[in-house]
């Protein structure tokens, strides 16, 4: 009997290659030809249209290579004058992750064996740069000195001098019963999260939590809806698993659901941050929240909920998540500890549909086993006995005093610069510079004042987005928040008169 | 001017489809033919040359794709009688991993949308698979009763009661540099590696030092040589990066390093456990070492040595890394702080060329950030304090003295099923089952005994190996395992006579 391969093969080899492998691969392609001299350094590319001509290949290909390579920093997309080149060798053009430095390739290819692909974006995007000191603004950071530390070391030091062996061992990979029973509690109680104790997996970060979904759910060439502006880290997280990322726009709304579907190539998965938009702040509105949910009960795609910050919401009562309201089983809630408790600590949890448990769990195995159990026991001791949710209580109407009063400082201190909303939640504020302003003019002024000034449109896909700041108004005690912009607003005064 | 890049495309597009990403198509479409039941369980595939020829793409394509295939286990390829497709819908036919469980494919596809081809892939395979307590015979798992827990629980209280704030917050994403200062000390004294501070990573565990490494270097449809018989985490990390695997064959010199080159493809890695070979033991010689520095300084490929436990050697004078030796610069070295010590520290690190560390590191932040600083600080202080390197010498002793009585025990109990070598290192002996007897066979008896049995033919790429076992002997009290012993041969008498 002849076999009935060869001829589904055809098929499938061919719809596979037009879809997603022939984009892959002409990305790969052309970051060589970068890499390699062949294609300079602001060489002009040719349009998506004519390239498309010239290779015999669809447009939406073509689009979809640019697309990447734009996100990753090979090429610059101006609209009007073209596309072109950027060679990592020229660091100046690099601006992509928060606080970035320049990004230099350190490798020398000739002089080592080259970077896998993969690994010469992540070496130019340069990975995820989190900040070891608290100081003005520093974007999303909580306020180390509010953390009941004597709580903590109690608890921690009693659960260490009493450490049985078994707490030596390797714990269950999926995260401590015990934890995970207490995340249970707590999102039930206060994010309606619909879950059971089975479906939580502890993990080390949301970044973590990340690369894991985007490893399982996400081939190489598929298509994930980002906020634009939106969270780094993911957009680095899915990049680095070989997705392309589709720009969905932000308003008051939170995300404009409706652009998920505008284009050609279908969108497996979106990834949004309902309760305070990053770094916008918004609320995602409850008409926006159902059309997201009807999206992914219709096409069956994938809703990534980043819930990281949820915890700190000032302004009436904080809505339910998505995953709550959701009938389908199609959203992935994740949050971390990390922020709300302290960045050193490492323990962060997905909740993801009981058919999706095993293989998460698989997966998080191969990337580091499984979290360190010690850490584990403390915090479900200091769940259980009621000191996170008084910690949480405690921090959101400190944060919400601190924002109060950074709003009215701002307006005052650097209102002539300056446009912004006051975030309804969050640890951050989002600020829109006035013309003639610009981010390159006013960083240049805080660096002088020594003063950190974290931009926002380095948050928008390719740079392309409004000039802005990013402040961070939470880790910050507010005379000193104070003093530093009356400080950048002297500064910048002076370096404009000269 | 007309833009020089598609023709300089279309060369590389063609070379690079015909390299890799149609063997990665091919695989990813045979799959799904599988996974939607289109070629049916233990379906006879077509030969790699017919099916070359009904494609027209070339036999090493093919090849390649059903390499991959095979050693991801959706084929058995039998020499003589043909390859055969197997359906993850029958979990009899699943043997990878240790100790792994029978998987399943746990995700319907008719009601959620699938999982990626690499979620799909780690699903079936079912990650890494780490015992939660310590019974006969348990491989390669430390003597948890000998560790000097009061020692680390008083360090530990100190630290955590005494910690200020600044241990909450984020630390050096490449690690604390106290503990980096203690590492360098104990490799460049104790395993002859050669390198400076700047160039340890502190990760959590071995096996995220091999996901980085398999995501930095190797790109989708790359080969490494990986060694056969061999570690089924390291495999299961390159298999996740999308990389192909050449078998390496292990004699009582480690790695056949001949074998590199016996194939059409060029090798872009080697990944190597030369102080003792997982799983046989076997110490690499210092021809096959200089033969191995050789082929990588021709050619420019990566060594990946992983020094897992060569704490642990108790014959002679233990040999010094292969990257000690190295003048190249190709040696990227791991080591873990989770099998010498406990396995839930979650400590761990590499060392790499000067170049990587920048990579490195930024791949490491999108995978999870950093490590936990409080363990970090209580390691470094451990290993200050001359702890770890007392704890090292006294475990040396004691697991030298257990592998003596355990082979006298294996011989006695168990001679008449199984030959074995005398381990010069390491946790565990590998065993080989003399005719008739099998791993399904004996495995039944254990089970009955209660007693778990780790085979052997499993750790052999596509399960194609010798039978046998893969027995712990370092946690286990003598008396307990000789008891285990006794057990086991009754058992196996009583079910060979019945």
């Not at 995340?183 to 309606?192: A, D, K, Q």
């Not at 960083?443 to 002088?448: F, L, P, Q, R």
Request: with cysteine.
């Amino acid at each position: 009997m002849k076999s009935r391969l060869p001829g589904a093969l055809l098929n499938l080899l061919d719809q596979a290659t037009r879809q997603s492998g022939l984009a892959t691969t002409l990305k790969t392609s052309i970051i060589q030809l970068i890499l390699d001299g062949v294609i300079a350094h602001h060489e002009r590319l040719p349009s998506t249209r004519s390239l498309a001509n010239d290779l015999k290949i669809s447009r939406d290909t073509v689009e979809a290579a640019y697309q990447q390579l734009d996100a990753a920093g090979f090429l610059i997309r101006r609209t009007g004058s073209g596309t072109f080149a950027v060679s990592p060798e020229k660091p100046e053009a690099w601006t992509r992750g928060f606080n970035a430095k320049p990004a230099t390739v350190g490798l020398s290819r000739s002089i080592l064996p080259p970077l896998s692909v993969r690994g010469t974006d992540i070496e130019v995007a340069g990975g995820v740069v989190d900040q070891t000191d608290i100081h003005p603004f520093v974007a999303a950071m909580p306020d180390i000195d509010s953390f009941p530390l004597r709580v903590w070391q109690r608890l921690g030091a009693r659960i260490i001098r009493s450490a049985d062996r078994s707490l030596l061992m390797y714990g269950d990979a999926q995260g401590y019963l015990p934890l995970r029973d207490e995340i249970w509690r707590y999102l039930s109680t206060y994010r309606g999260v619909r879950c059971d104790t089975s479906q939580i997996i502890v993990l080390t970060s949301s970044q973590q939590a990340l690369t894991l979904v985007a490893n399982l759910l996400l081939n190489p060439g598929d298509l994930i809806g980002v906020e634009n502006p939106g969270y780094h880290g993911a957009k680095l997280a899915f990049l680095a698993a070989g997705a392309f990322l589709k720009p969905l726009r932000i308003d008051n709304e939170g995300m404009v659901v409706s652009e998920i579907e505008n284009g050609d190539v279908p969108v497996q998965a979106v990834y949004v941050t309902p309760s305070h938009q990053y770094p916008t702040g918004a609320t995602m509105s409850p008409a926006r929240r159902s059309a997201l949910l009807e999206w992914s009960a219709t096409t069956g795609g994938w809703i990534v909920e980043d819930d990281y910050d949820s915890e700190y919401h000032y302004e009436g009562q904080p809505i339910a998540s998505l995953q709550g309201v959701d009938g389908s089983d199609r959203v992935i809630y994740l949050g971390t500890f990390n922020k709300v408790l302290f960045p050193s600590l490492r323990l962060a949890y997905l909740v993801v549909p009981k058919p999706l448990v095993k293989p998460v769990v698989a997966a998080r195995t191969l990337l580091d086993g499984q979290s360190a159990l010690m850490s584990q026991v403390i915090l479900s001791e200091f769940m259980k006995g009621g000191h996170f949710s008084a910690h949480i209580r405690h921090m959101r109407m400190l944060y919400k005093s601190r924002r109060d009063l950074f709003v009215v400082n701002l307006a005052n201190h650097l209102g002539e610069y300056v446009t912004f909303n006051p975030p309804t939640g969050g640890m951050s504020i989002a600020c829109f510079l006035r013309e003639p302003f610009t981010e390159e003019l006013t960083v240049s002024a805080a660096t002088e004042a020594k003063i950190e000034l974290p931009t926002l449109r380095r948050l928008y896909l390719g740079g392309r987005g409004p000039e802005g700041w990013l402040l961070g108004f939470a880790a910050l005690r507010p005379e000193i928040a104070e003093r530093a912009m009356a400080l950048l607003a002297r500064t910048m005064e002076d370096s404009h008169k000269s």
